[in-house]
Nanobody, 120 residues
Framework: QVQVVESGGGLVQPGGSLRLTCAATGDIMVINYMRWYRQAPGNQRELVAGTTGGGPKIHLDSVKGRFTMSRDRDRNMIYLQMDSLKPEDTAVYYC??????????????WGQGTQVTVAS
């Protein structure tokens, strides 16, 4: 079993910054990738950033230049630095971890999410 825990969300004014943290612990064999998603009320969950063979990458065009993803591979942690936040960034941010096991193949794990609210 793998536990995924996000932290760092909160209420911030437009133009402010937040740093999200995701930690994966437990029965981890090989991590294929770790990703950040977000979901605003009434919207589908969307991919914000993820780790690839070349390293952390921001996927969502609307946050490029404002968000930065980093990774601590040894500690199975990822971070999302969010700067110049806008009200439209308001959402629940989720961490997704995909781990590979020889017996079961790839398995997805999700955290409980952390709320980010951007408002004045």
């Amino acid at each position: 079993q793998v536990q995924v825990v996000e932290s760092g969300g909160g209420l911030v004014q437009p133009g402010g910054s937040l740093r999200l943290t995701c930690a994966a612990t437990g029965d981890i064999m090989v991590i294929n990738y770790m990703r950040w998603y977000r979901q605003a009320p009434g919207n589908q969950r969307e991919l914000v950033a993820g780790t690839t063979g070349g390293g952390p990458k921001i996927h969502l065009d609307s946050v490029k230049g404002r968000f930065t993803m980093s990774r601590d591979r040894d500690r199975n942690m990822i971070y999302l630095q969010m700067d110049s936040l806008k009200p439209e960034d308001t959402a629940v941010y989720y961490c997704n971890v995909n781990s590979y096991y020889r017996t079961t193949g790839s398995v997805d794990y999700w955290g409980q999410g952390t709320q980010v609210t951007v408002a004045s």
